[in-house]
Nanobody
Framework: QVQLVESGGGLVQAGGSLRLSCAAS????????MGWYRQAPGKQREVVAG???????NYAGSVRGRFIISRDNAENTLYLQMNSLKPEDTGVYYC???????????WGQGTQVTVTS
């Protein structure tokens, strides 16, 4: 019943910006933690940024200072503002959320981000 749906991916030139959104289906659901992961072809999925229910954030060193993660709890939506994009940022970006009370881990289907040089 609980689903995460990403949007906002696409093609952008190096130095440009994109904003990813992740909408949660359950209006009454509160995620303890949410985050963004990405995976390049032939490489392992890696964490990009995370945020707690109290809006504490952390970032991978490769994106710190360029990306901003945020959440709107009233709208059940997670965001990733990506600035100063580099070709190395190319990959499939996945939304993640964890909730207790038997819900557990929830993953989105992913959205493609391609950065050209």
């Amino acid at each position: 019943q609980v689903q995460l749906v990403e949007s906002g991916g696409g093609l952008v030139q190096a130095g440009g910006s994109l904003r990813l959104s992740c909408a949660a289906s359950g209006s009454a659901l509160s995620f303890n933690v949410m985050g963004w992961y990405r995976q390049a072809p032939g490489k392992q999925r890696e964490v990009v940024a995370g945020i707690t229910g109290g809006s504490r954030t952390n970032y991978a060193g490769s994106v710190r200072g360029r990306f901003i993660i945020s959440r709107d709890n009233a709208e059940n939506t997670l965001y990733l503002q990506m600035n100063s994009l580099k070709p190395e940022d190319t990959g499939v970006y996945y939304c993640y959320g964890y909730a207790d009370r038997g819900v557990g881990d929830i993953w989105g289907q992913g959205t493609q981000v391609t950065v050209t040089s």
